[in-house]
């Protein structure tokens, strides 16, 4: 698919400096390319007139950012140490099993690629799973399997928080790279385990 420079020069004039739009031009390409390829990189460069090298830098930074093509579902397993204790390294290595992959693999199909993840800031839900960056909360072995397996077949269970439908890891990219996809208000935003110790301050307990 072709990169849309007038949506790219929509993006950059969000910001009062061009430099600025680097990631959310970054997440576009993904948007189109499912990666961030080469040709992306040069765009980005020659729209906001700087060095190339720049934008593969942050491009490298950042894990979001993935430099060869990744599945259409694309699964994170916290394995930090309490998602970890909690049953995300047997979450981690149970997939791996299951869809014969190993970390940053992907499937033959090219359904859903496979990695290990830093905290997701979710730890009273843990162990977490993502798919496409949307939360699967207090996961086990077989509810794990049961996502990538619904992956695969086109039919994955909605996310425990969010949207009531997982997209696309493309469909995602575009949303982080600014643009509404008019989901950002379904599902569960903050779940009770979050809110709990609001609740009991207010409680005055």
Same mark, same amino acid.
């Given at each position: 698919?072709?990169?849309?420079? &007038?949506?790219?020069?929509?993006?950059?004039?969000?910001?009062?400096?061009?430099?600025?739009?680097?990631?959310?031009?970054?997440?576009?390409?993904?948007? =189109?390319?499912?990666?961030?390829?080469?040709?992306?990189?040069?765009?980005?460069?020659?729209?906001?007139?700087?060095?190339?090298?720049?934008?593969? $830098? #942050? $491009?490298?930074?950042?894990?979001?950012?993935?430099?060869?093509? =990744?599945?259409?579902?694309? #699964?994170?397993?916290?394995?930090?140490?309490?998602?970890?204790?909690?049953?995300?390294? @047997?979450?981690?290595? +149970?997939?791996?099993?299951?869809?014969?992959?190993?970390?940053?693999?992907?499937?033959?199909?090219?359904?859903?690629?496979?990695?290990?993840?830093?905290?997701?800031?979710?730890?009273?839900?843990?162990?977490? #799973?993502?798919?496409?960056?949307?939360?699967? &909360?207090?996961?086990?072995?077989?509810? @794990?399997?049961?996502?990538?397996?619904?992956?695969?077949?086109?039919?994955?269970?909605?996310?425990?928080?969010?949207?009531?439908?997982?997209?696309?890891?493309?469909? @995602?990219?575009?949303?982080?790279?600014?643009?509404?996809?008019?989901? +950002?208000?379904?599902?569960?935003? +903050?779940?009770?385990?979050?809110?709990?110790?609001?609740?009991?301050?207010?409680?005055?307990?």
């Amino acid at each position: 698919m072709t990169l849309d420079r &007038d949506l790219m020069q929509t993006i950059i004039k969000r910001y009062p400096r061009s430099r600025s739009a680097i990631m959310p031009l970054l997440h576009y390409v993904q948007s =189109v390319s499912g990666y961030v390829t080469n040709e992306g990189i040069e765009t980005i460069a020659e729209l906001l007139v700087i060095e190339t090298a720049e934008v593969s $830098a #942050v $491009a490298t930074f950042y894990t979001q950012y993935k430099r060869k093509p =990744v599945g259409e579902y694309h #699964v994170g397993v916290c394995t930090n140490t309490l998602c970890a204790v909690m049953g995300g390294d @047997a979450i981690f290595s +149970a997939l791996k099993d299951h869809l014969g992959v190993e970390n940053d693999g992907v499937t033959a199909d090219g359904k859903v690629s496979l990695e290990h993840i830093e905290c997701n800031a979710a730890c009273d839900y843990a162990p977490v #799973v993502m798919a496409n960056w949307e939360f699967y &909360d207090n996961q086990t072995v077989e509810s @794990a399997k049961a996502l990538v397996d619904g992956a695969r077949a086109g039919n994955p269970p909605a996310p425990t928080r969010g949207p009531k439908k997982l997209v696309t890891y493309k469909e @995602a990219s575009a949303v982080l790279a600014g643009l509404d996809d008019g989901l +950002a208000r379904e599902g569960v935003q +903050a779940g009770q385990a979050t809110l709990l110790g609001l609740k009991l301050s207010k409680e005055g307990k």
